[in-house]
């Protein structure tokens, strides 16, 4: 049966389109795509000298001077590089929190769906052991063995039969699961840690550098009023330091942590989605183990009921143990319902927690 359970599951699969998940790739490529070429223009800014031009007089009483010449800061040059590595990092924390969210907001989708399919198979071992029980009464009617009432239970429960299996094909086609990752959703959390842990650590790099600076500036200057003849170069190298810049370190760093402290109990954030799918899947197999509690005990009253029926002599006992075998058949697609979902969510808590 199980065999015959993945084959359905993989037949879903290829009816529903693959391009939910190249969706999403696709999503994680352009915005990629988008913050490298933002941060790549920055880049090219920073690593630029910039030009400059005009008139200056430096002093009272000296002659008007024209000049010109560029200036390069070493840490704008060095901020090139630490934007590119930041706008890489968060690339990779988009990526890995996408593809962590994906998997937490299908997850129950995903089970039911696989719960559904399962059922479907419940029913079609059902409705071939009924069927059989038709037969049987038909030609037991026709030897004027049985009654038509008899007869018309057992139609009776095949037709809810055939009635639960339209509503469950209808609710299986209603759930939409795209592609899930084959790595399990700690890894992909922790991933995702990993990754915003790296981009803050860039963020931060690149912040230190705006408490210091060394700047080069060169060029040259030309006497305007009188004119003089011939150009003179002249050069600049000057020092930044922000006195503070120790004091904004340790802010610097306390930012850091107290994003991580922020994101852990952010109702957003993908850890705390995780653990909130941990605690409706607990609830859920709770759920399905009282469920499934209650059925076996129904179960075994209809067993008892059986077994003193097993050889019905009289028409009163054949449609009595008829009657019982319908119910134990719609009891027995309950009681694997219940069984096989608590497995799988069992199963699923294991594998992802």
């Not at 719960?115 to 009924?130: G, P, V």
């Not at 330091?241 to 004091?247: E, G, K, P, V, W």
């Amino acid at each position: 049966m199980f065999r015959n359970y993945w084959k359905i599951v993989m037949a879903a699969a290829f009816l529903f389109p693959v391009r939910a998940f190249a969706g999403n790739q696709d999503d994680q490529q352009t915005y990629c795509a988008y913050v490298l070429e933002q941060a790549q223009a920055q880049r090219d800014l920073l690593r630029t000298p910039t030009a400059t031009t005009g008139f200056t007089q430096p002093e009272t009483g000296l002659p008007m001077q024209l000049f010109g010449g560029a200036s390069l800061g070493l840490s704008d040059f060095k901020k090139a590089g630490l934007t590119v590595d930041a706008a890489r990092k968060n690339c990779n924390l988009y990526k890995a929190t996408t593809s962590a969210q994906q998997d937490i907001q299908y997850a129950v989708p995903n089970l039911e769906k696989e719960a559904l399919l399962n059922r479907l198979l419940l029913i079609d071992h059902a409705l071939k052991s009924l069927d059989a029980l038709i037969e049987q009464t038909s030609e037991m009617l026709e030897a004027q063995n049985a009654t038509r009432l008899m007869l018309f239970t057992l139609q009776t429960t095949k037709i809810k039969l055939e009635a639960d299996r339209a509503d469950t094909q209808s609710k299986a086609n209603a759930i939409y699961v795209p592609p899930l990752s084959d790595q399990p959703l700690k890894e992909l959390v922790a991933e995702k840690q990993r990754s915003e842990e790296a981009e803050q650590k860039a963020l931060d790099k690149l912040s230190r550098q705006n408490t210091w600076d060394v700047v080069l500036t060169v060029g040259v200057h030309q006497q305007v009023h009188p004119v003089a003849q011939g150009t003179q170069p002249y050069g600049e190298v000057s020092l930044n330091y922000n006195l503070a810049s120790r004091f904004i370190d340790k802010h610097l760093d306390r930012a850091v942590q107290a994003h991580d402290d922020w994101k852990k109990v952010q109702e957003s954030d993908v850890v705390q989605q995780w653990e909130v799918l941990r605690q409706q899947l607990v609830n859920g197999a709770t759920v399905q183990e009282n469920k499934l509690k209650s059925l076996q005990e129904e179960s075994e009253q209809i067993e008892k009921n059986l077994q003193l029926v097993a050889a019905p002599d009289t028409s009163a006992a054949f449609d009595f143990r008829n009657q019982l075998a319908a119910a134990q058949l719609l009891l027995q697609i309950e009681t694997a319902d219940a069984r096989f979902r608590i497995d799988r969510l069992l199963e699923y808590l294991q594998r992802h927690y």
